[in-house]
Nanobody, 123 residues
Framework: VQLQASGGGLVQAGGSLRLSCSAS????????IAWFRQAPGTEREGVSC????????YYTDSTEGRFTVSRDNTKNTVYLQMNSLKPEDTAVYYC?????????????????WGEGTQVTVSS
């Protein structure tokens, strides 16, 4: 399973970005997909997760109400819509996958990882 996160960039505080997680060789709708981020000098932290079975989504306290995770199965892509961005959202963002139901925000729970995409929010 090869995942690729894209869509990062530089945005001013209060702005929006949409990240995409695409895959080759696998159908993403069969997998739980989670988004993580890692800022310099910090541990990788979970951001959001969308389940494989029923599309339920989970958000951490820092992203609830601002970020939205969704799937487009016709494009085999999972999106992370990020609104009202803050400078503290600056990080490299990764998408990760695992089989089976459930929602996960711990990096150790995920099996497949893609290359990250840099998100920088200026104040």
């Amino acid at each position: 399973v090869q995942l690729q996160a894209s869509g990062g960039g530089l945005v001013q505080a209060g702005g929006s970005l949409r990240l995409s997680c695409s895959a080759s060789g696998v159908t993403l709708r069969h997998y739980t997909i989670a988004w993580f981020r890692q800022a310099p000098g910090t541990e990788r932290e979970g951001v959001s997760c969308i389940g494989s079975a029923d599309g339920r989504a989970y958000y951490t306290d820092s992203t609830e109400g601002r970020f939205t995770v969704s799937r487009d199965n016709t494009k085999n892509t999972v999106y992370l819509q990020m609104n009202s961005l803050k400078p503290e959202d600056t990080a490299v963002y990764y998408c990760a996958a695992r089989g089976g139901p459930g929602l996960y925000t711990r990096s150790g729970d995920m099996k497949y990882w893609g290359e990250g995409t840099q998100v920088t929010v200026s104040s």
